[in-house]
């Protein structure tokens, strides 16, 4: 009997971690996401890609929910180019001016997982030089955002890229987005795109 509660107690503890922990990309459409601007997002394979479109401007792609606290994970390959990035926190009350912080993705030697706040202050962190390194261009890349209160932490194929305490980040609020940048050829696929929301503190 000991042995059948204790298996009982390990699967809801399982169960529990699933519903925390969910997919915020289905891997066969767009449901759940909106897109902002004229660029293309489409998911082919199993992957959701981003890609320039004829305009070359500014796109982004937003869940449709908002999120506060947070772990996000996801994986991104950059296939040209590959300036991009996640925002969180963020709006775009209308066309693609997003207001918000963006977890940086770009080539490199240009700051991926670094802190941006859009149309604000810029750039607030950057990682250091030796930190750089760790971007795999043209490869799968694991990348990890976790926005609690004040806080953000940024890890990039599990080494922790940039850390930031900031009063303002900590009152925005709005929803998650990923960015394809202006400039045309860029293009980019993501997959494994997971979140954990955080309980408030």
């Not at 940086?104 to 030697?109: D, M, N, Q, S």
């Not at 750039?123 to 953000?152: F, H």
């Not at 890229?161 to 980040?169: A, F, G, Q, S, V």
Request: aromatic fraction near 14%; include cysteine.
């Amino acid at each position: 009997m000991k042995f059948i509660f204790l298996y009982a107690f390990i699967c809801l503890g399982f169960c529990t971690n699933a519903q925390q922990n969910k997919k915020l990309f289905n891997g066969k459409d767009l449901n759940g996401w909106t897109i902002h601007g004229t660029e293309k997002w489409y998911v082919k394979d199993g992957l959701l890609i981003c890609e320039s479109g004829p305009d070359k401007q500014y796109g982004y792609l937003s869940t449709d929910k908002n999120y506060k606290n947070f772990i996000l994970t996801l994986e991104f390959k950059q296939d040209a180019n590959g300036n991009s990035g996640v925002f969180f926190r963020s709006q775009i009350p209308e066309g693609v001016k997003i207001s918000g912080w963006q977890a940086e993705v770009a080539p490199p030697g240009m700051h991926t997982g670094g802190i941006y706040e859009s149309y604000g202050r810029g750039w607030l962190i950057q990682p250091k030089k030796k930190d750089e390194k760790y971007l795999k261009m043209g490869m799968w890349n694991t990348y990890k955002i976790k926005a609690d209160g004040d806080e953000v932490t940024t890890w990039l194929n599990g080494h922790r890229m940039c850390y930031i305490k900031d009063e303002k980040i900590g009152q925005g609020e709005g929803f998650i987005a990923l960015q394809i940048h202006e400039g045309g050829g860029i293009k980019v696929s993501w997959k494994n795109i997971r979140i954990e929301e955080l309980k408030k503190k």
